[in-house]
């Protein structure tokens, strides 16, 4: 046993120490920082040219963190810096209070941390590798519990079905993996399924993850984070599963996915799956997230308390039959924005949100841009969605690339509040008309109630007339449903415009008055003979006749004075008199059925 200062050390079952080890075990004695590196490279080329002066022992370290060593180690806990350590760092089912801190060292054995109890761990800009011949993870904490968990600007490599970094069911306060570079040629690069974090994880500042396990580059399925999930300017790859897999996560405050983050993907699962998770809000503003085989953001059924942003540029393209972005079923607390993105997909939906539920506003304007090249499939699928706010909508920069037409957005179920922006109304009812990929009552139906809340009575009926003459183009009436269809259209507006039968009845009486007249002056009527040859009718009596011709139920008693001759102007006015009455009678009808509402609007 040694002393240093008034600090007592003991060697571990009477074990022999190298220099630097005993260095070590001074400085954590001492609650010094043992740098070995000082200004020199501590690049991966220099870490592996160390040699002995520069080695510590991984069962030195282990017993430190035990308190084999020092009795009564420094608060400051165990920093080293520009080592290289000799073996597994194995800290599995340990219980510690003594904080551990490698900065700049090369751990080719990895770290075992399963079952551990440590107050903090921090593993800064080292490089962290997988143990020869071992199937472990390079840095395996599963069931870890520590306030601390650090691997910032560090580097682990493996080839390990168990991931490069396994965190399952580990606890922890805090994970910082900002800067952090983990690949694994066969698994997971982070499984961290079932973690806890009691604040924060940071996945960002540069933080890159590659693998082509199709369980995914970044796990974090089941996981409960109580702050934020940052990962702004993070890359993540994959080239058969997803880049980030957090199915029925739950993040109390925002997840990010901003800053330039990126992820690819080519796997049907998607880019980034957030399926049933439950998060605060997503920020992914000028994200650029791509899928040859699959969907970029599978969000269906999330739940989000706040706002959704996917805008400033943000960016998707994906080859997917269920949309680029699928937030089917999800619920948005706050607002959905997705100003100036870019969403294009090869074969399906750009945007998918049917049956989603949005508390506030939909923004999809301001330099929105959504394509897609499926056959006979919409861009946008917006059917059954339930917008509590205001919905902006910008068709002009929706496209279809596909040859021959297509719908552009799927509408049936859709409702929101006000009227919908910026599109004036001829343009919102040539979407309807012309952009759905089949007729449908609801969404006119929604858009006349929008304009009749806020007054506009005319430009409703103008909705409901539109929805009438869509059903007859589109609905696939019989011949007999589509003739009906017309002929009340013209007649009354399809219910809404009953004067127009009122007008009709009116030019019939014109037409009635005009041909009795002109017929009377050409031989067509002339006064019933009583005791004397017959004679022509005066001109109030041709009126009147034309009144009677033209006007049901109206007699003014000219018929019993004048009636039509033989001649054939006579004979045309009969004709034309039977003709103008069945007109008259059922203009008359249709105006009263049509006043009345009688006649069916829909």
Known sequence: MTSVGAQRVRDANGATHSPVEQRLIESVACGEVLDLAGDGPVGVAAMRSWGDDRTISASVIRDLVRGRVVDEPDPHGLRLRGARIAGQIDLENIASELALELRDCLLPSGVNLRNARLAAVALTGCRIEQAPGSADAALDATRCTAWVLALDESTATADAAAGTVRLAGARVGTLDCRGARLDNSSGPALDADGLRADQSVFLNDGFAASSPSARGTVRLLGARIGGQLNCRGARLENTAGPAL???????????????????????????????????????????????????????????????????????ATSTSEWGTIGLAGAHIGGILACG???????????????????????????????????????????????????????????????????????????????????????????????????????????????????????????????????????????????????????????????????????????????????????????????????????????????????????????????????????????????????????????????????VRKT
């Open 245 to 315: 897999n957090a199915d029925n996560l739950r993040v109390d405050q925002d997840v990010l996915l901003s800053n330039g983050f990126t992820a690819s993907s080519a796997s049907e699962q998607g880019t980034v799956r957030l399926l049933g998770a439950h998060i605060g809000s997503l920020s992914a503003g000028g994200a650029r997230l791509t899928n040859t085989a699959g969907p970029v953001l599978d969000g269906d059924v999330l739940t989000v308390d706040r706002d959704v942003a996917l805008d400033d540029d943000f960016t």
């Open 340 to 598: 100036g993105a870019r969403l294009e997909n090869t074969i399906g939906p750009a945007l998918d949100l049917s049956s989603a539920r949005v508390d506030q506003d939909v923004l999809l304007d301001d330099g929105f841009d959504a394509t897609s090249g499926g056959d006979e499939v919409a861009v946008l699928a917006l059917a059954g969605a339930r917008i509590a706010g205001g919905l902006r909508f910008d068709t002009d920069r929706m496209t279809r690339t596909a040859r021959g037409p297509g719908p552009l957005i799927e509408l049936d179920g859709l409702t929101y509040s006000g009227l919908p922006r910026p599109a004036s109304l001829p343009g919102w009812l040539t979407l309807l008309r012309e952009h759905t990929p089949r007729y449908s009552a609801q969404p006119y139906q929604h858009l006349a109630a929008a304009y009749r809340a806020v007054g506009h009575d005319r430009d409703a009926r103008t909705v409901l007339i539109a929805q009438r003459r869509d059903q007859i183009q589109r609905a696939g009436l019989t011949i007999a449903e589509r003739a009906w269809g017309r002929l009340i259209g013209i007649t009354l507006g399809y219910g809404y415009q009953p004067w127009r039968a009122l007008l009709m009845l009116l030019a019939a009486l014109a037409l009635a008055v005009t041909l009795s007249v002109v017929g009377g002056h050409h031989g067509g009527l002339a006064q019933k003979p009583a005791t004397s040859a017959a004679a022509a009718c005066t001109t109030i009596d041709q009126i009147g006749v034309g009144l009677d011709l033209g006007t049901p139920l109206l007699r003014t008693g000219a018929r019993d004075r004048c009636q039509p001759t033989d001649a054939a102007a006579g004979q045309i006015l009969t004709i034309a008199g039977w003709i103008l009455q069945l007109l008259a009678w059922s203009f008359a009808t249709l105006f009263i059925a049509g006043f009345t509402s009688a």
